[in-house]
């Protein structure tokens, strides 16, 4: 059973660049989330799927585009790198309705932008 | 909107000792979650364990324990017989009832573990 698949795992930009993290779950679950990680600021959300055809915006969400191309698969779109992007990203998933239901999260991607 | 906060951005403790990491919540409403989250030096999120805000007894796993003190808007984070794998960065988070909504994590706490 492989939960939360990310990928890529490492990436290395340059300021102006473009790349998609990739994220797919085969929990058959509804919610999914995307988080960023920067050291002494804890897991910051940036977009999040409620359920499959939607999308709404996080605390973070300047930078960022997301698709929720179908039930598994939940992607994280930066259009043109900045250095401030500079972080680890984690994707994660839950069941959404049962609400004590915890977040299944990936192994993270760590992003550098030079 | 709620916020999570983790007042104690490191803890050390010795080995087969008693820690405990402290985390406080804003919120106005009376029905919620919380949990807890643990990351090794491996980066995966783990859940340590979680407690729903309607329910007095507080919630344990194994050597793993909370605090929950509801009217002080607190859930601290006991770790008995600590071991050298309990070393890591640890979250706290806040659930809101509402269907789908996302967790809110506090800033951290890095834990050592002394041998």
């Known amino acids: 059973n492989a939960g939360v698949t990310q990928t890529p795992k490492f990436q290395v930009l340059k300021t102006g660049q473009s790349m998609t993290l990739q994220c797919a779950q085969d929990m058959n679950h509804n919610s999914m989330y995307w988080y960023r990680q920067d050291p002494g600021m804890g897991l910051r959300l940036i977009y999040y799927?409620?359920?499959?055809?939607?999308?709404d915006k996080g605390e973070v969400p300047n930078g960022y585009n997301v698709s929720r191309l179908n039930k598994r698969e939940f992607s994280l779109r930066l259009e043109s790198a900045a250095p401030s992007q500079t972080s680890v990203y984690f994707c994660?998933?839950?069941?959404?309705?049962?609400?004590?239901?915890?977040?299944?999260f990936g192994n993270g991607t760590r992003l550098t932008v030079t | 909107a709620q916020t999570v906060t983790q007042s104690q951005p490191e803890m050390s403790v010795q080995e087969a000792e008693t820690v405990t990491l402290s985390c406080t919540y804003d919120t106005s409403e009376s029905d919620y979650y919380l949990f807890w989250y643990k990351q090794p030096p491996s980066r995966q999120m783990i859940l340590v364990i979680r407690?729903?805000?309607?329910?007095?007894q507080n919630a344990t796993e194994n050597r793993f324990s909370v605090n929950f003190q509801k009217a002080a808007k607190s859930f601290s984070l006991k770790i008995s017989d600590s071991q050298l794998g309990d070393a890591a960065m640890y979250f706290c988070a806040y659930r809101s009832p509402r269907s789908y909504t996302p967790l809110v994590f506090g800033k951290g706490t890095r834990l050592s573990v002394i041998a």
């Open positions: 994660a998933s839950t069941t959404g309705g049962a609400k004590a239901s915890p977040l299944h």
């Open positions: 407690q729903e805000a309607y329910k007095q």
């Open positions: 799927s409620a359920s499959e055809g939607t999308t």
